[in-house]
């Protein structure tokens, strides 16, 4: 399995070895951070450092409530955020989506992804909401205009709750009142999360741990590694080079036949979505899988289904582009002979299904 091509890093990528070490010394430190005698605090003064650091690396001034991951940190401030109505952007996660509720009313993207200004307008207009709208998406790569969105959310006496498990610790964060990150998508370990507040008043507290905001015990050794692979900077240093990497793999893509999906938009460097006509999803997968290369048809929460992505969907995409559509991701040390390696492969299944064809 060592030759293997892991390009499924928007589903997890491998936890660094600066937070495998963090990780392990933090272990040495086993009290519960709650208790109140010296092993205790000794833990808790540990994981305040470690919430300090959390803080610097992402350049954030306000409140941080760890917790299990984004799906947690979503759930948190969907249930909890002090307005009453909900709406969300069509493009969301499940786990927004399920978060959320039924109820939640749901927004318009246009054919590039981003979300339509009118229509949020509109719901802003009704009172007070939670709008929960993911800044980079996980499928596509499209990155949410998201200082834009907040200014219009917060002129209206709104709320944003920003999914940023694919951009953080490689874009800067957004202007958003609610923000849920995920460590192990960006080297940290799976397990561990945090939802950043900005302003601790519009979340109704539940009692328990982490100031009274989310119950259960603290995860320190986790949280330790979190910081630490922030501060690495493994992916924000190599986005440059990611983006340059994303750029030529698309115009491989292009000229032997396939589509870039929203090629248009603003998209980080770390996500790309292509569609291969005439070979479905599942079977592009297969051969690569077979090829020793690591891919996905989307969310790795739901493309095990590989039902037709209502991301998708939702763009516009037809359903004949959107059933041969995957996802490549890249990681930090995703290389140019890992392209290489992914265009001859790609090349193949497309001059094996024009063959087929003719």
């Not at 650091?53 to 299990?68: E, G, M, N, P, Y």
């Not at 561990?192 to 603290?218: F, N, W």
């Not at 051969?287 to 020793?292: F, M, N, Q, S």
Request: charged share 20%.
């Amino acid at each position: 399995m060592t030759d293997r091509l892991y390009l499924d890093h928007a589903a997890t990528t491998p936890v660094l070895p600066a937070a495998r070490a963090a990780m392990a010394e933090a272990l040495e430190r086993w009290a519960n951070p709650s208790s109140p005698h010296a092993d205790g605090r000794a833990a808790r003064a540990e994981l305040e450092r470690v919430r300090d650091r959390v803080k610097q690396a992402l350049d954030w001034r306000h409140d941080v409530i760890f917790t299990s991951g984004a799906s947690e940190a979503i759930a948190i401030a969907a249930a909890r955020a002090t307005v009453a109505s909900r709406a969300r952007g069509p493009t969301e996660h499940d786990a927004v989506v399920a978060a959320m509720g039924p109820t939640a009313v749901q927004l318009l993207v246009g054919s590039d992804g981003v979300i339509d200004p009118v229509v949020l307008d509109c719901e802003l207009a009704e009172g007070p909401t939670l709008v929960a709208i993911q800044h980079v998406n996980n499928e596509t790569g499209v990155i949410q205009p998201l200082g834009a969105i907040a200014a219009r959310v917060r002129a209206a006496g709104s709320l944003l709750l920003a999914d940023c498990a694919q951009g953080a610790g490689k874009i800067a964060l957004p202007d958003a009142d609610f923000i849920a990150i995920s460590g192990h998508k960006f080297g940290g370990p799976p397990g561990i999360g945090a939802l950043l507040v900005r302003d601790i008043a519009t979340l109704a507290p539940s009692g328990g741990q982490e100031k009274g905001y989310r119950r259960g015990t603290e995860n320190l050794p986790a949280a330790a590694a979190m910081a630490a692979a922030l501060e690495t900077r493994a992916f924000a240093d190599e986005m440059p080079r990611l983006a340059r990497l994303r750029e030529r793999l698309e115009q491989a893509i292009v000229a032997d036949g396939g589509t870039v999906i929203a090629p248009g938009a603003e998209r980080i460097a770390t996500i790309g979505a292509f569609a291969l006509p005439g070979v479905t999803s599942a079977s592009q997968l297969v051969a690569l899988d077979l090829a020793g290369i690591a891919v996905s048809a989307g969310s790795a929460c739901s493309s095990g289904s590989m039902k037709t992505s209502r991301v998708l969907t939702a763009m516009g995409v037809l359903e004949e582009v959107a059933g041969c559509t995957i996802r490549v991701s890249f990681g930090p040390d995703t290389s140019e002979a890992d392209l290489d390696r992914f265009i001859a492969e790609w090349r193949r299944i497309a001059d094996r299904a024009r063959t087929r064809v003719a």
